[in-house]
């Protein structure tokens, strides 16, 4: 059974940090981009940040660039989502995804796999 399962989310004051993890199990992706979507309350889930297979290239979109990073480990079959200077507004769900293919993509119907969400909340 293939999974994604994501973690390092929680409740931290503006200006902080966190580093959110999405491990997969049961396929490797390592041919497969992956990306980070968020979902606050009452809207819909947005691409925030993709990485090609080997981390040749990463995509963030432009809202949040400076602040988010991604990386994979593709030894650990695991993808990271760094974010600094958190504001308030940052407050959503956090959801891991694995793309079709090789693609990255601002799109959730390119995506395959999908992780249960991790709660990130900002208090200002």
């Known amino acids: 059974q293939v999974k994604l399962v994501e973690s390092g989310g929680g409740l931290v004051q503006a200006g902080g940090s966190l580093r959110l993890s999405c491990a997969a199990s049961?396929?490797?992706?390592?041919?497969?981009?992956m990306g980070w979507f968020r979902q606050a309350p009452g809207k819909e889930r947005v691409f925030v940040a993709g990485?090609?297979?080997?981390?040749?290239?990463?995509y963030v979109v432009e809202s949040v660039k400076g602040r988010f990073t991604i990386a994979r480990d593709d030894a650990k079959n695991t993808v990271y989502l760094t974010i600094n200077s958190l504001r308030p507004e940052d407050t959503a769900v956090y959801y891991c995804?694995?793309?079709?293919?090789?693609?990255?993509?601002?799109?959730?119907?390119?995506?395959?796999?999908w992780g249960q969400g991790t709660q990130v909340t900002v208090s200002s």
């Open positions: 049961g396929r490797t992706f390592s041919n497969n981009a």
């Open positions: 995804a694995a793309s079709r293919d090789r693609r990255t993509s601002y799109y959730t119907g390119a995506y395959a796999y």
């Open positions: 990485i090609d297979p080997s981390g040749g290239s990463t």
